[in-house]
Each structure stands twice: as structure tokens, then as C-alpha cells.
């Protein structure tokens, strides 16, 4: 599994006006491949009036599945722009869909190239880009009277503080990065001087804005 990637934050769409043509840049987060067709089959059935429906998906860890469709448009100046827009940009598990209603102007090869990758950029701009970081889960056990303490440091610390849970004793939910649990386990020990129980969960996601 990867520790780290880019993604984008959610579904969304943004429009933009070009010599009077609509381009309108529809965005997804998609694991898998048939996510991605169903989306894009979707946005075409939405706008089913459009002149066309471009698009572009890459996914897997190592970006193995990639696809890029013009639909209609001349070869190579629409899917394959917003696919380079997702490989410019870092983006796994992605897929972008750019509809076009024609205005009337013809806007020539390289006209339509810059204005597929700028809708799809600007569209994955507006909804916005996470980064996902494959972390540690911890729980810390502690009393009460050191609450105080341990959670000014957490929040102070490179780790991350999730939660906490108040029962008879105290749980702070914690993560950090993989690898690093002797260290984490070290700098509890240490900060509670031994008075604290350290457990070790899975491991998931976290995101944050980019």
C-alpha cells in the first residue's frame, strides 16, 4: 500500500466560458474502474444535449489503469489533455469528465487542448485536492490527572491527536505515521513517566487538505 498519495476531495463540477463555448468540468474520486465508467456514463446521460462528453480516469496504486476518451472531439485534444492535467497534478483513483456545449466558434487543435486541460485543472482546483497518508492507529490509556498534560503535548507534537474518549480512564486516539511505533511508544512512556498503557490498532487513511 502506498504511505501517501493525491487525490481529490470530493465530487463537483465548475463551469468555465470559452469563445463562447461551455466547458463544464465534472470531478470524482474513483477506486475502481467500473466506479469510473459509471460516472462518466452518468454525466453523459445528464447531459445527453451536450455536443460532447470528454474524459479521462487514472486508478491504482501504480496508476495501471488509465483511460482517455474525445468523444467526438479530434483525436488526442481532449481525453488525452486531462489525462496529463491528473498526471500533472499527482492525482490517483481520479476521474474528470469535461462536457462541451458548442458556441459557435471553432477553436482549432491546440484552442481545444488548452481548453479541455484548463477545465479540468481549474475544476480539480475548485473542488479541491487531498493528500491521504497511511498512518498508525494508537490508543493511550491514562487517568485523569494527567489529561491535561498529555493532550497539550499531543496537539504540540508531529503526532495526531483524533480524539478522546473519557470512561473510567481516559483514551486519547492517536496516529502517526507507519514505522514508528517503538518512537511513539518511547515518547508516551516518557511524557507520562511509565504511567500510561500504550495499544496499537490498524492502520487507515488520513486525509488532509492540500
Do not use: W
Not at 482517455?68 to 469528465?97: R, Y
Not at 487517568?143 to 473510567?168: C, H, P, W
Amino acid at each position: 500500500m502506498l504511505t501517501t498519495y493525491f487525490t481529490v476531495k470530493t465530487e463537483g463540477s465548475h463551469e468555465i466560458v470559452i469563445q463562447k463555448s461551455r466547458f463544464i468540468g465534472h470531478v470524482k474520486r474513483v477506486e475502481t474502474e467500473e466506479e469510473a465508467i459509471n460516472f462518466v456514463q452518468k454525466i453523459k446521460k445528464e447531459h445527453k444535449d451536450a455536443t460532447h462528453n470528454c474524459s479521462a480516469y487514472m486508478i491504482g496504486e501504480h496508476d495501471l489503469i488509465q483511460k482517455a476518451s474525445d468523444d467526438g472531439e479530434p483525436s488526442g485534444t481532449a481525453g488525452v489533455p486531462i489525462l496529463e492535467v491528473l498526471k500533472k497534478k499527482g492525482l490517483k483513483d481520479t476521474a474528470v469528465v469535461v462536457t462541451r456545449y458548442f458556441g459557435g466558434i471553432k477553436l482549432g487543435a491546440g484552442g481545444l487542448i488548452r481548453a479541455y486541460s484548463g477545465s479540468a485543472s481549474q475544476s480539480i482546483d475548485e473542488i479541491g485536492v487531498v493528500k491521504r497518508q497511511l498512518m498508525q492507529l494508537a490508543d493511550i490509556h491514562i487517568d485523569y490527572t494527567l489529561l491535561g498534560k498529555v493532550e497539550n503535548e499531543l496537539r504540540q507534537s508531529a503526532y495526531t491527536l483524533r480524539n478522546i474518549d473519557y470512561a473510567d480512564r481516559v483514551v486519547l486516539h492517536a496516529a502517526f505515521q507507519s514505522g514508528q511505533e517503538e518512537e511513539f511508544q518511547a515518547y508516551v512512556t516518557d511524557m507520562t513517566n511509565a504511567q500510561s498503557e500504550v495499544t496499537f490498532g490498524g492502520q487507515e487513511y488520513i486525509e488532509e487538505d492540500v
